[in-house]
């Protein structure tokens, strides 16, 4: 479909609208983020160590990238519409599963099937990148992500509040309302905007080779993924940080936990305002220097004795920044690489972000054991931003030889 095509609210025969990508992408930041401030308290209710709790993040990343190696084949083969709805039927009732489940192994199963809200960040991408060039899918994807960008500030003190007065299941019923009405809300407004091949799966997955083979995608894979894992990592670590080494309450830490999601609404803001100007390359690199700056500014006070909640969590606002220019710009050039196979890219890009985080996610939470501070996350962040930087140099660096 070409971009100048007229987009009609609850039209099924035209691309959704812009509110309605944003909403399902929020959709997936929900299902990320609202229940964290209560895995402390959902670890006392289970009997398990923190531990065993965060890895409701880390198995939920890592079948998260799983399924995005099958959802962008998918959706290039059979069209983005029917795999959306289907990954969005199967989270409403992993949903409820973790509702009723009565042990913390059963309840990391259904967070395993979760992850199906995958299809969320993986065909809202290919769907800006189906109907606009790569500039301007730049900055379509940073608005998208602007927008849902709102749901990781507010949600965590949400889900801090309602663990405090309803307990932690009253995060999941929160999570199977919003999930339903997605669900709806896709039904009635996404059209397609990739006519499927409706070749066989494995034919898709011959196609993995061609992306494979180009320098260009693994270095804007890897600038997206290392930009991304410093969150990742943030959220791993985050609510030990906030509630173990600050003495921070659910609700208090809700609010501080907003801070990188502040920072990336803004971050987003500056790339739709100005990829299409300045060029998806240059935006990377200016976000990497922000995400590898804002994560080293605590950890001189750290070192002086002089940590608190304020000085880390505000650090986290610029993290936040750097990542709201990184991550929309790489992912366009990483759809642009070879457009044909933007649902597929989509995919095995967003697979690789997520392998990472889920292992820095998982990292972390090891990493900080009772009297840890900290520290040890600070350090995992600022790696993360140094190797972004590195792969977008690479990039900049191989385009000049092949005189694009």
């Not at 894992?229 to 509630?243: I, N, Q, R």
């Not at 935006?283 to 994560?295: E, S």
């Not at 950890?299 to 880390?312: E, R, T, V």
């Not at 690489?337 to 967003?350: D, I, M, P, W």
């Amino acid at each position: 479909m070409s971009s100048d095509q007229p987009v009609r609210l609850f039209d099924r025969t035209t691309p959704p609208h812009l509110g309605t990508l944003i909403l399902v992408a929020g959709g997936s930041a929900l299902a990320t983020n609202i229940f964290l401030p209560s895995l402390p308290g959902m670890a006392l209710d289970f009997g398990v160590e923190y531990g065993v709790m965060q890895l409701a993040v880390s198995v939920f990343l890592l079948m998260n990238a799983l399924l995005q190696l099958v959802i962008g084949p998918l959706s290039d083969g059979y069209g983005r519409r029917p795999v959306m709805l289907t990954g969005f039927a199967i989270f409403v009732l992993a949903t409820l599963g973790c509702i009723l489940s009565t042990n913390a192994y059963v309840f990391l199963l259904f967070r395993m099937l979760q992850a199906s809200v995958a299809v969320a960040m993986v065909l809202t991408r290919a769907v800006v990148r189906d109907t606009h060039p790569q500039d301007r899918a730049a900055a379509m994807i940073g608005y998208v992500t602007m927008g849902m960008s709102v749901v990781p500030m507010i949600s965590p003190a949400i889900g801090g509040w309602l663990e405090e007065a309803f307990g932690w299941r009253a995060n999941f019923w929160l999570l199977f309302g919003a999930g339903s009405a997605v669900l709806l809300l896709v039904w009635a407004d996404m059209g397609e905007t990739h006519r499927g091949t409706a070749t066989s799966l494995w034919s898709q997955f011959k196609e993995y080779p061609e992306l494979l083979r180009s320098p260009r995608f693994w270095g804007y894979s890897l600038a997206s993924a290392f930009g991304a894992g410093a969150f990742f990592a943030y959220l791993g670590g985050a609510p030990f940080v906030g509630m173990q080494v600050f003495g921070l309450r659910p609700g208090q830490l809700g609010l501080y936990f907003a801070a990188p999601s502040v920072g990336y609404f803004l971050g987003n803001w500056v790339t739709g305002r100005y990829s299409a100007r300045l060029g998806a390359n240059r935006m990377v690199l200016f976000g990497a220097i922000i995400t590898t700056l804002g994560a080293a500014i605590s950890l001189p006070m750290s070192l002086a004795g002089h940590a608190s909640a304020a000085a880390f969590f505000g650090s986290m606002t610029i993290v936040g920044i750097g990542n709201g220019m990184t991550i929309p710009n790489a992912t366009a050039g990483m759809l642009s690489v070879r457009a044909h196979l933007a649902g597929t890219a989509s995919g095995l890009g967003g697979a690789m972000m997520l392998l990472g985080g889920a292992g820095l996610s998982a990292l972390a939470g090891q990493m900080l054991v009772p009297g840890a501070s900290e520290r040890a996350l600070t350090v995992i962040m600022m790696a993360c931003g140094v190797m972004s930087l590195f792969s977008i140099l690479w990039v900049i660096r191989r385009q000049r030889q092949l005189g694009l």
